[in-house]
């Protein structure tokens, strides 16, 4: 259980932990490091495909874990039909646009064997409610790459021109989009349907609705009805004013094949939490169970919503040369009162404190137990 004196980071994972236990999640642990052949065989599946290597006792070449999903699509056994775990690790990686890795704390949750229906709107209600613990104010934006990919195979372009469009629809650009098609035959209805994913109402019903009157095919179709199927799971869970669709958003179609999403917080530049449906990343691993899980990235949240103390503690107990009994009941009466305590022979150097207390005064106030 939380207590009051904890500071919001130490606070947060314990309030996460206790969520997705409820959840009926168990804790994953793993170490620090893999193979290095784990992540160049699924480069695909990480945000960035450089990792921090080394070589062990053994002239294998390891990595230090840039990601924990990969690691546990290796170990889940293949009869497992059902697995519900999460997590909280550091794993090695570049930030967007840095040119060095960074050591980011995560916490997350992935659920094997998640059918469509109710495991993605369950999975999707504890991402809101991980991103509802930081801020009121954010929002899940939500993409399907079921969708996405029934699309691109309707327009029989080659893999160049579908990975030149899809940039172009993930940064939301028509011009590029234009760029993109250009010299390549498309029906009317073909480009208003690649045009509305960068155009798409964010109100739900709104999208849902328009989705359908481009669809070109039953796939399409099918992920409209399970998107459809998902948000009025989710509207029982009052979700719904936090939902958006962002058909912009897109995955690595050889590993993503249905609903993706990200969370976003009012005050950062980006996004804070990413996840989705991964079926294809176990099918790689010779596994048949489906899969679905996010990713919350604690050190893009500590800064931004980390408020600043004026002091470290709320009292600095200078104890001198007081007999240890005097120094434990002074501390103890401090901590009923239910404030912070640092008891110190001498003042610390880069220690700040509401209030100096010297023990000396506090006997003088009042009749000296002997111990």
Known sequence: MAQPNMSWEERLPMQLRALYRSYGYQIYKMSDFETYDLYRENKNFLSDNKVLTFTDIDGRLMALKPDVTISI?????????????????????????????????????????????????????????????????????????????????????????????????????????????????????????????????????????????????????DAVDELAAVFNACAVCGLMSKLRMELSLLNDLEYYNGIVFQGYIKGLPRAVLSGGRYDKLLQRFGK????????????????????????????????????????ATAVQNILADGRTVLAAKIIPPEISAREVVRLTDILAKKENKQC
Request: aromatic share 8%; glycine share 6%.
């Open 73 to 221: 699509a290796k170990d889940t056994k293949p009869e497992e039909s059902v697995r519900k775990l999460f997590y909280s690790e550091h794993v090695f990686r570049r930030m967007p646009g840095a040119n060095q890795f960074t050591e980011i704390k995560q916490m997350g949750l992935e659920y094997i064997g998640a059918d469509t229906g109710y495991a993605e709107a369950e999975v999707i209600s504890l991402a809101c409610q991980s991103l509802a613990a930081i801020s009121e104010n954010y929002f899940l934006g939500i993409s399907h790459m079921g969708y996405i990919s029934a699309l691109m195979r309707e327009l029989k372009i080659d893999d160049a021109t579908q990975s030149t469009l899809l940039a172009a629809i993930g940064r939301k650009s028509a011009g590029d989009i234009a760029i993109a098609l250009n010299n390549i035959s498309l029906s009317t209805q073909q480009q208003k349907a690649i045009y509305s994913l960068i155009e798409m109402p964010t109100d739900l019903d709104n999208a849902l609705a328009q989705m359908r009157a481009v669809a070109l095919n039953e796939e399409m179709l």
């Open 288 to 327: 048949k169970q489906p899969a679905l899980g996010f990713a919350l990235y604690l050190n893009d949240i500590w800064g931004a919503f980390i408020q600043p103390k004026d002091y470290d503690v709320d009292v600095l107990l200078l104890y001198a040369d007081q007999k240890p009994c005097q120094i």
